[in-house]
């Protein structure tokens, strides 16, 4: 089984919707990670939580929201989703003893479409 | 400059070939570095960590060049599996314990 799983593989939905990605990892890990990846583009990091009471922004968090419901789930939420959204999703850990030196392990992605 | 930049690619190298990708990096208080391999539409693997001056595995080197700002990868022997991205990975400024991930680089070893 994989450490790091990422549910569902693919979607399609349309505008509006409500869509959740869901991460669980049994890596034993403290941080936790979601990035979006589009074609062209490095991944960019949405939201990331370095255990289960810390819920930070990353560089593109506008239409996101995240919960972090134990340590080994995190999941992702777009409330409302729109065309501009369709990209592929990665969620990865880290562990957190020493943030230099721990590099982070991925899913196999989420591609997400909106119609 | 912005916090990583790397060698635009793609790089098409015949099988046997030495290939090296360059990566430069603005924070000068970065201490480890890390280099993956994405396949198309596949998830990045981790490749090699790089933590001082350099880590060689096998067919690939990676060096730290910290006076200048870069990192290096080095694949000798190509095969064609490894045709892939290569992401150079440094850590972030403003976002406290987190990183940045390159473009990357587009290698293709030919037949």
């Known amino acids: 089984d994989a450490d790091v799983t990422q549910t569902p593989r693919n979607r399609i939905t349309k505008t509006g919707k409500r869509i959740m990605l869901e991460c669980s990892q049994t890596?034993?890990?403290?941080?936790m990670y979601w990035y979006r990846q589009d074609p062209g583009l490095g991944l960019r990091l949405i939201y990331y939580?370095?255990?289960?009471?810390?819920?930070n922004k990353g560089e593109i968090s506008d239409g996101y929201s995240v919960s972090r419901q134990a340590q080994a789930k995190f999941s992702l939420s777009l409330e409302s989703a729109i065309p501009n959204q369709t990209a592929l999703y990665f969620c990865?850990?880290?562990?957190?003893?020493?943030?230099?030196?721990?590099?982070?392990?991925f899913g196999d992605g989420t591609r997400l479409s909106i119609l | 400059r912005k916090e990583v930049e790397q060698d635009p690619g793609p790089f098409n190298v015949p099988e046997g070939a030495t290939v090296a990708f360059n990566c430069t990096y603005s924070n000068s208080a970065s201490q480890s570095f890390f280099w993956y391999r994405q396949d198309c539409r596949k998830e990045p693997k981790l490749l090699m960590s790089v933590y001082s001056s350099g880590n060689e595995d096998g067919r690939f080197t990676a060096q730290l060049n910290r006076a200048s700002q870069y990192i290096s990868l080095l694949i000798r022997d190509s095969k064609l599996s490894d045709s892939a991205t290569y992401l150079c990975v440094v850590p972030r400024r403003n976002y406290g314990q987190n990183f940045v991930f390159g473009p990357g680089t587009r290698l293709s070893v030919l037949p």
């Open positions: 890596k034993g890990h403290d941080r």
């Open positions: 990865a850990t880290a562990t957190g003893t020493d943030y230099s030196n721990q590099p982070q392990h």
């Open positions: 939580s370095f255990d289960v009471k810390d819920i």
